[in-house]
């Protein structure tokens, strides 16, 4: 049985722009380092591609370090701009609901660096309370950074990124936003959200990952402003300013810009501007989504829509349910089994249904969230991939509730961090030090 697949926030197909712009750059002989003419040839494919990859976001090649994907921007971004940190700061700013990308690199910076991460909440959208940022950049001179997320790819929650943006300007702070989930369903002008902040405060890095809209899996890039200071993880060659030293991959940065420029336009040579395909894609997944969360909530009465139930702010592409009283895994076995592919959305514990901890600091209960159900649509969605779904949740809803929960209660219930995933050593864990404002 084909698969109807609803799954594009884990990642979405390969458009053909990309997959043909990757194939053909696998062959192009030259290390971008080089001096004579292959490389120069190398370079120049490879300085296109950054050009394109900066247009899309909204700055200029010079900002963009291209990494091995969203993680890794990520991690750069935290931890760089950590070790660079003014002296006296020792405060990690983290909103509520993060990716397990920054969860856990804040986690590491708490254990092994001394950091003190305090957790700013959401609202029940899961949208920043901006009262309790203003607390938290009461005392700025003690905050190293603040990170957020553009918009949740949990439960598709836009933020209001230019509030945050002012705030962090004002008080001297920079800003790191991960981007991974709305790049290629929002418009992002990273200058704009920057405004006039001063040098190192504001907006001052932000993530994005090739794979989540239409490029290949394995790169990313991370946005950084000219005024901030970043230490490297990685040490070598001293390619990419020194801040990311390695052999760049010239096939993937070439896949990730051409995914870049049918998403976001372009201009070519003779200055003609080509339109992109975001707000067309938009229109389409807007409206398939409606229909979905719609019929969604007429199909099972009991589910809730988790997330804003604004459509303008919400990703265009996603739909969030919690449906009480039975695990979002056996609902996604169910559906998988019914040839429907779709997500938690929230980690598993080898094997154990673990509560979304983005639903838990939306204010939700457990059991909401436990039982929630991540349904992501891309640009290929159709109108038969949302029947297909409609169709087969009653079924599948009905055998969950019949399997009920599991009755483990030794499951953590609001994991701030993600030490102890993979089963190791999580002796960290114990000096990460989370208050959370006005919680
Ligand atoms: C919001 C967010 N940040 C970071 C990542 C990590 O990106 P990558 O898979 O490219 O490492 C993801 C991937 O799911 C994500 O959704």
């Known amino acids: 049985m084909a698969q109807v697949y609803l ?32 490389g120069q040839r190398a370079r120049q494919l490879l300085e296109d591609s950054r050009e394109q990859v900066a247009a899309a976001v ?48 804040v986690a590491w910076l708490a254990a092994h660096e001394g950091a003190t991460v ?15 940022l203003d607390a938290a950049l009461a005392d700025a001179g003690s905050v190293a950074l603040v990170t957020m997320l553009w918009a949740s790819n949990e439960v598709g929650t836009v933020q209001p990124v ?14 790191h936003l991960d981007a991974v989930a709305a790049f290629g369903q929002l418009p992002i002008d990273v200058h704009a959200v920057r405004g006039d902040a001063g040098p190192g405060a504001g907006l001052v890095a932000m993530s994005v990952s090739a794979h989540k809209m239409g ?61 992109g395909t975001l707000a067309a894609d938009a229109v389409h997944m807007s409206r398939l989504r409606d229909r979905l969360i719609a019929g969604g909530l007429a199909a099972v009465p009991s589910a809730v829509l988790s997330g804003d139930p604004d459509p303008a702010g919400r990703l265009p592409g996603n ?65 038969g991939d949302v029947d297909a779904f409609l169709a087969a949740l009653p079924a599948a809803h009905a055998s969950a509730m019949v399997a009920g929960m599991t009755a483990d209660t030794s499951r953590r219930t609001v994991p701030t961090t ?14 990460f030090d989370v208050r959370a404002f006005g919680a």
């Open 418 to 431: 993600g030490f102890g995933r993979d089963g190791g050593d999580d002796g960290g864990a114990r000096s």
């Open 162 to 175: 230019r509030d945050v943006a002012a705030r962090a300007a004002r008080a001297g702070v920079p800003l």
């Open 58 to 105: 909204g700055a200029s090649g010079i900002e963009i370090i291209f990494t091995g994907g969203g993680t890794e921007s990520v991690n750069l971004a935290l931890k760089g701009l950590w070790w660079r940190r003014r002296p006296g700061t020792q405060r990690v700013l983290m909103v509520a609901g993060e990716h397990h990308a920054t969860l856990d690199t």
């Open 319 to 383: 739909a969030h349910f919690s449906f009480p009283g039975c695990e979002g895994d056996s609902l996604l076995f169910l559906l998988d089994a019914a040839g429907i592919a779709v997500s938690t959305g929230s980690a598993c514990q080898a094997g154990v249904p673990e509560p979304s901890h983005v639903l838990r600091a939306m204010g939700r209960s457990e059991n909401d969230a436990r039982g929630a159900l991540r349904v992501t649509l891309g640009t290929s969605s159709t109108d």
């Open 118 to 132: 305090e957790v700013v909440p959401v609202d029940a959208v899961g949208r920043v309370r901006l009262e309790a």
């Open 215 to 275: 490029g290949p899996v394995g790169v990313g890039a991370l946005w950084l402003d000219r005024s901030a200071a970043l230490e490297p993880l990685l040490h070598g060659g001293g390619q990419q300013r020194g801040v990311r030293s390695g052999t760049q991959d010239i096939a993937a940065a070439a896949a990730f810009a051409a995914a870049a420029r049918v998403v976001t336009g372009s201009v070519t040579g003779a200055g003609r501007a080509v339109a």
């Open 7 to 38: 799954d594009h926030a884990a990642t979405t197909h390969l458009r053909p722009d990309s997959r043909a712009a990757l194939i053909a750059a696998l062959d192009v002989l030259g290390n971008p380092a080089s001096i004579h003419t292959d």
